[in-house]
């Protein structure tokens, strides 16, 4: 019988690759566009060197860590990063879409369960914000 920490690291390294919620191509996709268009592409700067070791460090020591991390990014992503791209786009790139901000089928959802995942995911950013706001308030 495994115990908590060994069934994270079982689903952290399983259940969390090939889910849809994939990036990285997305993102190479996006920048060879902004490349056509005559923009230089900076290199990695140090935060995000620091953090993606950091993440490849836990990934396997501090499986539960890992998994507070892939919810924040890849829902922060899902959600609010939609919405940011989205007003980007109509603002400075003439509505052109970005591969970044196209969500395919998650694995084992159907596009009406990932839509409405997005949907309440988007909820859940604006009324914890709202709590966030009158704690600080």
């Known amino acids: 019988m495994m115990n908590k920490s060994e069934s994270l690291v079982t689903l952290t390294n399983a259940e969390f690759k090939n889910t849809g919620l994939e990036r990285a191509d997305r993102l190479g996709k996006d920048l060879e566009w902004f490349k056509e268009q005559g923009y230089s592409i900076p ?3 140090t935060p995000g060197k620091i953090y993606a070791q950091y993440l490849k460090d836990i990934e396997e020591k501090d499986p539960q860590a890992f998994i507070c991390h892939f919810y924040m990014i890849y829902f922060g992503q899902s959600a609010g990063g939609r919405m940011v791209g989205t007003k980007v786009s ?5 509505d052109k879409e970005l591969a970044f901000y196209k969500w395919g089928r998650i694995t084992l959802w159907t596009i009406e369960e990932k839509n409405h995942c997005l949907e309440e995911i988007e909820e859940s950013f604006k009324l914890s914000g709202e709590i966030l706001r009158l704690l600080l308030s």
């Open 90 to 94: 109509k603002k400075i790139l003439d």
């Open 43 to 45: 290199e990695p700067m």
